[in-house]
């Protein structure tokens, strides 16, 4: 991964293997995906207790 590619397809995209490679964008943007459907299943629980 490299830190500064911030474009898709940036300055990693040709030294990956055949799995290719990820940028950290990616990386971040899946984090808050994951992070997202935490809060919202928490909080629908939270919801569900209360009736």
Same mark, same amino acid.
């Given at each position: 991964?490299? /830190?500064?590619?911030?474009?898709? !397809? #940036?300055?990693?995209? !040709?030294?990956?293997?055949? !799995?290719?490679?990820?940028?950290?964008?990616? *990386?971040? $943007?899946? #984090?808050? %995906? *994951? $992070? $997202?459907?935490? /809060? *919202?299943?928490?909080? $629908?629980? %939270? /919801?569900?207790? /209360?009736?």
């Amino acid at each position: 991964m490299d /830190l500064f590619d911030w474009e898709t !397809g #940036g300055r990693d995209s !040709g030294d990956g293997g055949p !799995g290719g490679s990820c940028s950290w964008v990616t *990386v971040v $943007l899946i #984090g808050a %995906f *994951v $992070l $997202l459907a935490v /809060l *919202v299943h928490s909080f $629908l629980g %939270f /919801l569900g207790g /209360l009736f």
